[in-house]
């Protein structure tokens, strides 16, 4: 008896001090482990902002999708049940028709000795909800945030795309990645024997957060009707490539920048088209469209006023002998400083501006926002080509002034006319509206910055002289007249070199209404098959674009008649 009390008083105080050992000294690191192998851990998803248009509606949004992969190595501890077999063939019976798989061509992709292997990807949210339930081994349901883009190829110029990652490669995607770009969380919580959620376990999260949402100054329907009006006229033309920009002179504000061959952003790589914005990545001559720059410095510094007579031939010779010619042969015209813009005269042009010295015109082309980039929002915009004048060989010095020997972007182009119409000062183009933060606070952008190009006085008077150039009456550019509004354009044709080729570029770049423009509108037509006129390929263009833009603006028609300047005398 005293044998067996001492052994089990022996025994006692071995569990007692082994008890002590595990609930007191290493009690605390046991649960610890304990509840570590409860654990579970969720990846929540930081949503990438949108990018919507000017009146918030959705250019490219981030939806809830998910992603089904397989550990093929588990897949055959499945134990099927009724008519279900267990295994693979059980698991591909069951999940097949929830993919909208075939039975075999699911099954092959479950047998292997991999621990992960995609199955599908974009599964709708109840269908993962579905798949979830079923707890199959092996088969693993994560979430996604996949891009999309409701309205196709619409604005996906600017709009560029997203990797697989969900990070932006092109376009505003790409250059606003880092604010439009969410945070992801995670949320950690005990789990039973099922995965269950333990209640009154443990549990933490870390919150996802959403990226910023930018707004664009771009009207979906306006950038609709150019995109619209642009493919048609490159059918109808034959032209290669072109664009259409819509401005708001006063603000600098966007309202659509269309480029052909624009890439869908949903299947990028369908598209045969470049992602890159045409319009602020490629360049050409303005040819006559620059005319105004000339005659804008001509009045501006004294030299000619809109009646100034002039004697103008078809073959102009300057003091250096070099010739320069008009269209088409013509008698000696007697033209006004108007008439000459009017009638789009390159020799009356070049005795005008002639009169200005080589460090003039450039300066006033550089005022005018020649050779720097205009500063858009945009990645890969070119500043364009404009030599210093002491580099200008003895016929570029005259060329320049009717828009040949120097290169410019479709932006820079109409912000030429956009600084016309807004009484000489030049506004910087840009299609960032502001910004929305994850708690809906939104915050302008900043207010763009502004030049003093001109004097008021020659930009009004610019403006009143472009009008005659849509005059019914014999200016090159009455294709572009829209009833019951005052318009002031020019038109342009001019070489290009594109893609190693030499081609022609028919342009049209107006402002409307010209009593008070609200709207500036170029259209850039490459290579036309059917004329090399602007006046005949891109004026119709304008005139459509324009006359909607108006429309949707809700811009009164123009409340005074114009009072033009003689073209002759």
């Known amino acids: 008896m005293t044998v ?54 959705a250019l490219a949004t981030s939806v809830e999708r998910y992603n089904v992969s397989v550990n093929q190595k588990l897949v055959d501890k499945f134990r099927g049940s009724g008519d279900v077999p267990g295994g693979v063939e059980g698991v591909a019976t069951v999940l097949a028709p929830m993919l909208g798989m075939s039975e075999p061509e699911l099954g092959g992709m479950l047998v292997g000795d991999r621990g992960f292997k995609y199955v599908k990807k974009g599964v709708l949210p109840e269908v993962a909800r579905e798949i979830r ?22 604005a996906g110029n600017l709009l560029g795309f997203v990797n697989s990652a969900g990070a932006g490669l092109e376009g505003l995607e790409a250059s606003l990645d880092k604010k439009l770009t969410g945070t992801p969380g995670s949320e950690v919580y005990e789990s039973g024997a099922h995965g269950q959620a333990v209640p009154g376990g443990y549990s933490s999260e870390t919150p996802a957060t959403t990226g910023e949402s930018v707004r664009l100054t771009i009207d979906r329907d306006v950038q609709y009707k150019a995109e619209a009006e642009l493919a048609s006229a490159l059918k109808t033309t034959g032209a290669s490539s072109g664009s259409v920009v819509v401005m708001n002179p006063k603000t600098g504000e966007l ?26 990545s490629n360049v050409f001559e303005p040819g006559s469209t620059g005319k105004v720059i000339t005659m804008s410095a001509a009045l501006d510094n004294g030299i000619v006023t809109p009646t100034s007579q002039f004697k103008v031939p078809d073959t102009y010779r300057t003091a250096n002998h070099q010739p320069f010619h008009d269209s088409h042969e013509h008698a000696t015209l007697k033209l006004t400083t108007t008439g000459i813009l009017a009638e789009s005269s390159n020799t009356g042009t070049v005795m005008i501006g002639e009169q200005l010295t080589k460090q003039q015109r450039y300066a006033e082309m550089r005022k005018f926002g020649f050779g ?27 060329t320049v002034l009717f828009g040949q020997g120097v290169a410019v972007n479709a932006i820079q182009a109409t912000q030429v006319y956009a600084t016309i119409a807004n009484g000489g000062v030049r506004v910087q183009p840009h299609v960032i509206a502001g910004w929305t933060a994850a708690d809906g606070t939104y915050t302008p952008a900043a207010k763009a910055g502004t030049t003093r190009v001109v004097s008021k006085k020659t930009a009004d008077t ?3 002289m472009l009008e005659s150039v849509v005059d019914d009456e014999g200016g090159t550019g009455s294709s572009a007249s829209i009833p019951g509004y005052r318009v002031a354009g020019k038109t342009g044709t001019a070489q290009n070199w594109i893609k190693g080729k030499q081609g022609i570029t028919a342009s049209f770049i107006g402002a409307v209404p010209a009593d008070d423009p609200a709207i500036v509108v170029s259209v850039i037509l490459h290579n036309p098959k059917s ?13 459509d674009v324009a006359s909607y833009t108006l429309g949707k603006l809700g811009i009164e028609p123009s409340g005074t008649k114009a009072t033009r300047f003689p073209t002759t005398w």
Do not use: C, M
């Open 255 to 280: 309202l659509a920048l269309a480029d052909s061959g624009a890439v869908d952003p949903n299947h990028p790589g369908d598209s045969k088209g470049g992602s890159l914005a045409a319009s602020v």
């Open 462 to 464: 610019v403006l009143t």
């Open 531 to 543: 004329s090399v006129y602007g006046g005949t390929v891109a004026a119709p263009v304008f005139k």
């Open 372 to 398: 720097t980039k205009t500063g858009v929002e945009l990645p890969g915009e070119s500043p364009g080509l404009l030599k210093k004048p002491d580099l200008w060989d003895g016929r570029t010095q005259y």
């Open 133 to 154: 339930a079923l707890k199959l081994p092996g088969v693993n349901v994560d979430p996604v945030a996949d891009r999309v883009y409701p309205n196709g190829a619409l």
């Open 4 to 57: 067996l009390t001492i052994a089990v008083i022996t025994v006692l105080a071995v569990f007692a001090v082994r008890l002590v050992w595990v609930q007191v000294v290493h009690g605390p690191a046991i649960a610890a482990d304990a509840r570590t192998s409860r654990l579970q851990t969720i990846s929540l998803l930081g949503t990438r902002g949108q990018i919507t248009d000017v009146h918030g509606v």
